[in-house]
């Protein structure tokens, strides 16, 4: 019997050595990130990164419509994700209750500090601290199709700068055929309404929030109301196929690529996906206007946080600061056709020649976003008073009720 | 331990209750007390909670969509219910006797209630849909309609669809409620009647529906509850569009705690809720009740 325990022993040692080297790949670090569904380079970020380093991350996507209520449940149940990558706007929502990681004194740090978008490091801040910085620029513009265009007898170098030169075109356009529209409006989505209409109100020199976001002008700026009468001329008359009424953005990016739609409100991130997977999609873009010229833009996309309790706080930042490295911003963001989001690495060798990614790229310095903590409530909500007033004035053509309507919840939400 | 046989008896009888008193306290006492507790805070989903009183349920007289939600919550189940009733009584009838296969028929019609709400929802949606959905091919290909329709995107057609779709998936449960009736009515009671010379209506009228009451009771009870809690639906069918028209009032207290962050507010509506439908079921159950 006696000579079986040094055997065992052995074997006890065996086992515990053996198991050792699976103890040091539990100390590894690794981390949960979240992304909204936009594609952004994220996965390509996350792949590289994971590629090379000794932490690991793991993303998950998450339905943009449903970001904030997932958000907002992960951080209620205390398991939020280390790093997230937020929808700027909802930023200043999130640092308010205290949910990001004070980040003031990395960014401080950081070189280029200054040549961040500004728009993103606004909305990052709060109350003077730094909760996030950039990490997907993302501007909004008209993308037109130069092939309907000439065939419509238009100018394609010469694309409309005002509202009644867009409605001339959409008619030229909508004659073209049965199956031809002039225009696309993802009339179901508050979104994406929020990203391409609003700049039509800003561009005239109107809003819908006061300068100092404390009330609703929506029944007080007539542009407002002359904004709303004409995306529903273009709805009554035809100019955009019956579907775009019940579409909730899932087809905003791909009605265009289908060919038979003249103009589209469109963002940054749909440039690549059109040049790489349309390749016969002959395209430009420009500036959204004003009812009588002008442009303007909806600043938007993503900043990249570390939410409160996050145990890796050291390692998250230093894969946000490699995200916003030389490396990451020419070879992931540029080479991809994702716009840098340090605003010198712009002139890259991946973006000479490209003038769509150029006036793109431009829209950004006449890019505007609303800094206000209940954005969601106001205008990305489905169920918000955004999309039920566009709907009504639009789609039911009932502008006055629409514009009543938009005032008494806008103010509602904003005095809480 | 030596127990006389009433301890042991009552000891039992405490055994057999103590799971449900547990069930019940954990999932819904305790639930109840802390949403009670919730509803008089200022109560974000996280950060800072405050006391707050009343100010919830102040701020229900002037919520907009509250009412409204209200308003169509109770027009949907005014809208429901009959087709339900109506058709689980007719399927009830057709596989009351048993007769051979008559169980392939019970599982067809029983069939969809097994499936999720949600699954359902979705399988709708897609049928329902303008340019792959096979009810728009079918219109389409009989010339009923002149373009494909947008059911789930019009005010008007939105609600009788999702009506349609609920029929289809609760009706087979409201019929197994109301076989059981009908089967527990005794066959001596028609052939007398037969005997007598009623026709059909008349033993409708005066043996079978009387002679049903409670299941007819229960089921409507359950039907009720379901419908005024609706929520799954329109959450996957229309996303409360459209226009909003299509926000149930559970939807709106899920839109406020969870996409609002308004738990406090959330916790206020659920109250009033509870306490609009133990009206209405004990109004239910008050009309019901067997006369003695």
């Not at chain 1, 996507?61 to 997932?70: H, Q």
């Not at chain 1, 001339?168 to 508050?190: H, K, P, T, V």
């Not at chain 2, 229960?218 to 609706?230: F, M, N």
């Not at chain 2, 962050?261 to 206020?268: D, E, L, N, V």
């Amino acid at each position: 019997m006696n000579s079986r325990k040094p055997l065992l022993l052995l074997f006890a040692l065996v086992l515990i050595l053996s198991s050792l080297p699976l103890a040091a790949q539990d100390d590894q670090i690794s981390m949960t990130m979240w992304v909204r569904s936009i594609p952004f380079q994220t996965q390509a970020l996350v792949d590289e990164w994971n590629a090379n380093n000794d932490s690991q991350i793991e993303l998950t996507v998450i339905p943009s419509a449903e970001f904030v209520t997932k958000m907002g449940a992960a951080i209620a149940a205390g398991e939020p994700p280390d790093i997230a990558s937020i929808d700027l706007i909802y930023t200043p929502a999130f640092a308010a209750a205290g949910q990001l990681v004070d980040i003031t004194e990395y960014v401080r740090e950081l070189p280029y500090a200054d040549t961040l978008t500004p728009a993103h490091m606004e909305l990052g801040r709060y109350e003077g601290r730094n909760y996030a910085v950039p990490t997907g620029v993302d501007g909004s513009f008209i993308v037109y199709n130069i092939d309907l265009f000439e065939q419509a007898g238009l100018d394609p170098d010469n694309p409309p700068s005002t509202w009644d030169e867009m409605l001339e075109a959409m008619r030229a356009i909508s004659a073209l055929g049965d199956d031809i529209y002039g225009y696309w409006f993802s009339m179901n989505c508050a979104g994406c309404n929020a990203f391409t209409f609003l700049p039509f109100i800003w561009a005239s020199g109107g809003d819908v929030l006061s300068d100092d976001y404390s009330e609703a002008t929506i029944t007080s700026d007539p542009i407002v109301r002359d904004a709303l009468a004409f995306y529903n001329t273009i709805w009554e008359e035809g100019l955009v196929p019956e579907g775009a009424s019940i579409d909730n953005g899932s087809n905003f990016v791909s009605a265009f690529t289908g060919g038979n739609i003249g103009m589209a409100g469109m963002g940054n991130f749909a440039i690549p996906l059109f040049t790489n997977d349309h390749p016969d999609l002959n395209f430009d873009v420009f500036h959204i206007p004003g009812k009588e010229g002008g442009a303007a833009s909806f600043g938007g996309g993503d900043v990249i946080a570390i939410a409160s309790g996050s145990e890796h706080v050291e390692e998250a930042w230093r894969f946000i600061e490699w995200t916003m490295s030389d490396e990451a911003q020419i070879e992931i963001y540029a080479a991809n056709g994702q716009i840098p989001v340090r605003l010198e690495l712009v002139d890259n060798p991946y973006f000479e020649g490209d003038d769509r990614q150029m006036t793109a790229a431009s829209a950004l310095a006449v890019g505007f976003t609303p800094y206000t903590t209940v954005y969601n409530d106001l205008f990305n909500d489905p169920n918000g008073p955004w999309l039920e007033m566009l709907q009504v004035a639009i789609l039911d053509g009932d502008i006055d009720g629409a514009l009543e309507l938009g005032q008494e919840r806008f103010t509602q939400i904003m005095e809480g | 331990m030596n127990l006389t046989w009433t301890q042991r008896r009552k000891l039992t009888g405490l055994l057999f209750v103590t799971p449900t008193v547990a069930f019940v306290t954990v999932f819904f006492i305790i639930p109840l007390i802390m949403t009670i507790f919730m509803s008089f805070h200022d109560w974000p989903l996280f950060g800072e909670r405050a006391f707050t009183g009343l100010e919830n349920y102040q701020e229900l007289g002037k919520d907009r969509q509250y009412r409204k939600s209200l308003d169509f919550t109770f027009r949907y189940t005014a809208l429901v219910t009959p087709p339900i009733f109506i058709l689980g009584f007719i399927l009830a009838s057709l596989v009351r006797h048993n007769i051979r296969y008559i169980g392939v028929f019970r599982t067809i019609f029983f069939l969809p209630v097994v499936i999720g709400l949600g699954v359902s929802s979705l399988l709708w949606t897609w049928m329902l849909d303008d340019r792959i959905g096979v009810f728009n091919k079918i219109l389409l290909d009989l010339n009923l309609v002149p373009k494909a329709q947008l059911f789930l995107g019009r005010p008007n057609t939105a609600m009788n669809v999702i009506i349609l779709s609920v029929v289809w998936k609760t009706v087979g449960f409201t019929m197994i409620l109301l076989l059981a009736g009908l089967q527990a009515i005794p066959d001596e009671l028609y052939e007398s009647a037969e005997v007598d010379g009623a026709g059909y209506f008349r033993k409708l009228i005066y043996i079978t529906l009387p002679l049903m009451r409670r299941f007819i009771a229960l089921a409507l009870i359950l039907s009720v509850i379901g419908s005024v809690l609706s929520f799954d639906q329109f959450y996957i069918m229309t996303r409360g569009g459209p226009r909003n028209s299509t926000i149930s009032i559970v939807f709106w207290i899920f839109n406020n705690s969870f996409t609002y962050f308004k738990m406090g507010y959330g916790a206020a509506m659920s109250i009033v809720l509870l306490g609009i439908l133990v009206a209405l079921t004990g109004l239910q159950l008050y009309v019901l009740r067997e006369k003695e």
